[in-house]
Nanobody, 126 residues
């Protein structure tokens, strides 16, 4: 059974930093793209960043230059370092995993992923 458990969320002031973690179990972690998504109240879930097993990364334009995604395949853990946080980054953040390979250009699509964590809340105040 695949389990994804996010942690590291919290409340910070604008300009601050947070580091999210996602611990995976029951999943061949080293295989495919692993992403971070987020969902703000009243908005659709959106892709933030994704990383493949070779370290190739994809970022949403809104977080480029501020967020860094990484993974430790030995620890089955995905990370998201979030710097220069803005109030508009406030959301529930989720990691996800896919049962199948994902084609280039589709790494940040919600419908590409089969397994989801419960999320961790990030709140950025101005």
């Amino acid at each position: 059974q695949v389990q994804l458990v996010e942690s590291g969320g919290g409340s910070v002031q604008a300009g601050g930093s947070l580091r999210l973690s996602c611990a995976a179990s029951g999943y061949t972690f080293g295989g495919y793209y692993m992403p971070w998504f987020r969902q703000a109240p009243g908005k659709e879930r959106e892709g933030v960043a994704a990383i493949d097993s070779f370290g190739s990364t994809v970022y949403a334009d809104s977080v480029k230059g501020r967020f860094i995604i990484s993974r430790d395949n030995g620890k089955n853990t995905l990370y998201l370092q979030m710097n220069s946080l803005k109030p508009e980054d406030t959301a529930m953040y989720y990691c996800a995993a896919s049962a199948n390979p994902i084609w280039a250009g589709r790494q940040l699509r919600v419908d590409e992923y089969d397994y989801w964590g419960q999320g961790t809340q990030v709140t950025v105040s101005s």
